[in-house]
């Protein structure tokens, strides 16, 4: 049996159990080989591996907006790429360029064409030239599309490509189950050529939500993504995929028919390029989003939602049992896939994948705690119609600036410390820009959008960031130097691999520790945190270091020369304990 035989009848399985009950055009047969054309594959095509690992301990993913950094007369991607080569230099192996697509709204998640660059960011050759030096992540926006594009206006014209790409559905329907990221009305009235209809928005009324259940819709976005591999992108992050299928009397997220659909993505992606990755981005409670790692033939990454809320909750109560306890539950990503964490982004701190792990009271108290640091709340509708926390909307480095008790002086040591966790666990580390930069609160841009969003989406006059980076008073430049320092020495560490192994310590609560090893076990490394505002001592003995071993700290430098030694961890103080000196490292 050919390769392309093979791959056929995985697909048609794979359609099978998406369009199941649904009335199609064409066979699977035939809809399977239009895949397959449409990604241009042939008999020379990837026979993928399973549980094959696609990344190492040296893979770090920049977070960023095209337009972070401006220049005058010059587009923002050129600006872009010389920052990059800059300020990152080797420090960083892969950037992930938020969407740079012609939009209408939600900064880019409104997509009026995806085809084009945006063009007052720059063109494709920006983009392939920025993919030709480190791994480039796009976004895939998956669930909907901009009103304003070629797609929507055909659908109210009820004729050309896109005339018949939109869910709709009834008023009168039982719409009560459905799961709401947001507090506006779930159906859009729009009178179209075929009279008035009202079109499912899980975002926004601008945010039109694509029905899957049209093949055609299927066959657009897979030859989207075979354009995006043809510029270079190598990891496909699927917006919102968890609303992607709709199903009236149901909640409408995470339906089986969506994990299908993702499924048959990957298989799509892994033949046409053995390299390439799919990150879903499933904002959703922690047991949910596990889900979508499948059987390791769903996503190669799922992003680790209830990394940063609970992060945030420990640095700021100076107690780690919920965040110790949340990390005893993880269970290890198998080879072939693996976490993606974060604890900063575009986006602000969701508190839905908090949900069970803190309690009502808890995720209360952290989110009035980032108001009284300038933040802002994101509400929701629940399915009883409550009103509830969904998101807090603040910059990570003013997030940090203080404890439930109010702000102190130890706001960048804190801020280094969330960091210096995050980088150490399990899983490959995704840093948004501007916590490379220390930004703060952008109330000007908040002010200027009304959308709470927009705190945390500052952009930077190019020359202004270039003589804060070159004052080593600043505490820009105090920020990226020491972010730089840090993932230089985390690179360089086997026992860091995204899949060593991991397990929890039990150091009592002021202090956060876990142990990571290589595989080949030669590598150990403790990582313990002060996550407190007072020193607090660390008894070595607790660790049951190797005696036959040298043991010191990757960060301070400091050698351990007796394994009865107590260290006393200054406020939010971390030590990597390790066993193993590279030879470049002294």
Avoid at 253 to 276: D, F, G, K, S, Y
Avoid at 412 to 419: G, N, V, Y
Wanted: proline fraction near 4%; aromatic fraction near 10%.
């Amino acid at each position: 049996m050919t390769i392309l035989t093979q791959l056929s009848e995985r697909l048609q399985q794979q359609l099978s159990v998406i369009y199941d009950g649904i009335a199609i055009k064409t066979s699977y047969d035939t809809l399977s080989l239009e895949l397959i054309k449409m990604m241009r594959l042939n008999e020379n095509c990837f026979e993928p591996i399973p549980y094959v690992n696609h990344w190492s301990q040296e893979d770090m993913i920049l977070i960023t907006y095209g337009d972070s950094l401006l220049e005058d007369d010059i587009k923002p991607l050129k600006t872009l790429d010389k920052f990059l080569d800059t300020h990152i230099g080797d420090s960083i192996n892969s950037v992930h360029i938020l969407p740079f697509f012609p939009y209408s709204s939600d900064d880019g998640f409104s997509v009026i064409d995806y085809s084009s660059v945006n063009e007052s960011l720059g063109d494709w050759s920006d983009i392939s030239h920025i993919a030709s030096k480190r791994n480039l992540m796009s976004d895939l926006v998956i669930n909907h599309c901009s009103s304003r594009g070629i797609w929507f206006e055909n659908f109210i014209k009820g004729e050309g490509k896109g005339c018949d790409y939109f869910f709709t559905a009834n008023p009168e329907d039982d719409l009560t189950k459905v799961v709401r990221p947001r507090t506006s009305p779930l159906l859009r009235p729009t009178e179209t050529a075929n009279g008035l209809q009202h079109v499912w928005c899980t975002f926004s009324h601008d945010q039109v939500d694509l029905d899957f259940r049209n093949t055609e819709v299927l066959l657009t976005f897979v030859s989207i993504i075979r354009q995006y591999l043809d510029a270079g992108v190598k990891i496909f992050r699927l917006d919102a995929v968890a609303f992607l299928w709709k199903e009236l009397n149901s909640s409408s997220i995470n339906l089986p028919q969506t994990h299908e659909v993702v499924r048959l993505l990957r298989t799509l992606v892994e033949h046409a390029e053995p390299e390439a990755i799919i990150i879903t981005e499933t904002n959703i409670p922690n047991t949910q989003n596990l889900t979508y790692f499948g059987n390791a033939n769903e996503a190669h990454c799922i992003y680790n939602f209830s990394l940063p809320p609970l992060l945030l909750n420990t640095l700021i109560t100076g107690d780690c049992l919920y965040l110790k306890r949340w990390l005893m539950s993880m269970p290890p990503a198998q080879n072939g896939t693996c976490y993606f964490n974060f604890i900063a982004s575009h986006d602000g701190i969701g508190l839905r994948p908090a949900e069970g792990l803190l309690s009502d009271v808890e995720l209360n108290t952290l989110a009035n705690t980032m108001q009284n640091f300038g933040g802002r709340v994101s509400w929701r509708t629940t399915e009883t119609g409550e009103q509830k926390a969904y998101e807090m909307n603040i910059s990570l480095f003013d997030a940090l600036q203080g404890t439930v008790e109010g702000e102190d002086k130890w706001g960048l040591e804190r801020f280094m410390c969330a960091h210096s966790i995050m980088f150490g666990l399990e899983g490959i580390p995704g840093v948004y820009i501007h916590s490379m930069l220390g930004t703060r609160n952008d109330y000007e841009k908040l002010r200027n959008t009304h959308h709470n969003r927009s705190i945390n989406r500052h952009r930077w006059d190019y020359e202004l960031l270039g003589d804060h980076l070159n004052n080593e008073r600043s505490p820009h430049y105090k920020v990226l130097s020491r972010m730089l320092s840090l993932i230089d020495i985390r690179k360089k560490q086997v026992a860091f691999h995204p899949n060593a192994i991991q397990f929890v310590l039990h150091l009592g609560l002021s202090l956060f520790g876990f142990w990571r090893q290589s595989s080949d076990r030669k590598q150990s490394i403790f990582c313990v945190s002060n996550i407190t505002k007072v020193p607090v001592e660390l008894r070595l003995n607790e660790l049951n270091l190797i005696g036959t071993d040298s043991w010191f700290d990757l960060i301070s430098g400091h050698k351990v020369d007796n394994l009865t030694e107590v260290m006393t961890l200054s406020p939010y103080q971390t030590v990597w304990l390790t066993n193993v000196l590279l030879d470049n490292e002294s």
